[in-house]
């Protein structure tokens, strides 16, 4: 299986959703799934101003001349795709969502009904599944719920399944576990692994994988003590290279 991870995180392999997203590619990887990664961190994908022309004028074709020009020829090419976006402000990064956007030409104009919904077919694409890898600052996991169902709804106009998430709350918080809770955060890191085996060869995240990739490694009241703490440190540092 050839599947494609878009990692849409401004911090590209520094942050917190590519330490998730690179467990769950090695989990792909152990499942003999060919991987291709693509940090949007960088790239220049310009937005989409709706002119329609790659569907009308220059069918398949955007008009933007930027590094999407790289990117897509992969879309067509695979089987699955995994997005991985930190939780902006309820939703996905703006970098993922210009690389949704730019999307369009992967579909045709025309209308067709699928289980009773008006949609575009798609224009000569194979995905036939897409899971989700996110991580979030605050602990609750409904902190998530925005974008697990924006990405429900990508999947439902790609036509293809939602193969599940692994989210991981508290991420932040991920570098102190490994000192302070070192078992957890090993059980963690093996059910993301397991995630993306189970992605390649069973075609979805099993519920128990995903809970325990999103287990509770430190208590609320611990995470935001602990949280001040260190933004008060940092804005003290700050405030002292001042003088």
């Not at 989700?132 to 990405?151: A, Q, R, Y």
Request: proline share 5%.
């Amino acid at each position: 299986m050839k599947v494609l991870v878009v990692n849409g995180s401004p911090s590209g392999e520094r942050g917190k959703t590519w330490w998730v997203a690179k467990r769950f590619v090695d989990g792909m990887k152990d499942a003999k799934a060919e991987v291709t990664i693509v940090h949007l961190q960088g790239k220049k994908i310009h937005h989409c101003t709706g002119e329609l022309a790659c569907w009308l004028k220059t069918p398949g074709k955007c008009i933007h001349k930027d590094d999407m020009d790289f990117i897509l020829p992969f879309f067509y090419e695979v089987e699955a795709v995994v997005l991985a976006s930190p939780v902006y402000v309820d939703g996905m990064t703006g970098l993922l969502k210009n690389f949704v956007d730019r999307l369009v030409p992967t579909v045709e104009p025309f209308f067709e009904i699928r289980n009773g919904h008006i949609r575009h077919p798609a224009r000569n694409t194979k995905i036939s599944r897409v899971a989700l890898v996110s991580v979030c600052g605050f602990p609750e996991m409904d902190n998530f719920d925005p974008i697990v169902h924006h990405v429900r709804a990508i999947c439902r106009n790609m036509n293809a399944k939602f193969a599940g998430a692994v989210l991981r709350p508290a991420a932040p918080a991920l570098d102190a576990a490994k000192i302070f809770h070192p078992f957890k955060t090993w059980d963690v890191s093996g059910a993301i692994k397991k995630a993306g085996i189970e992605f390649v060869q069973d075609g979805e995240i099993s519920d128990e994988t995903a809970a325990t990739a999103a287990m509770e490694i430190f208590s609320a009241e611990d995470y935001k003590r602990e949280a001040n703490k260190s933004f008060e440190k940092a804005l003290k540092r700050i405030e002292e290279k001042k003088k």
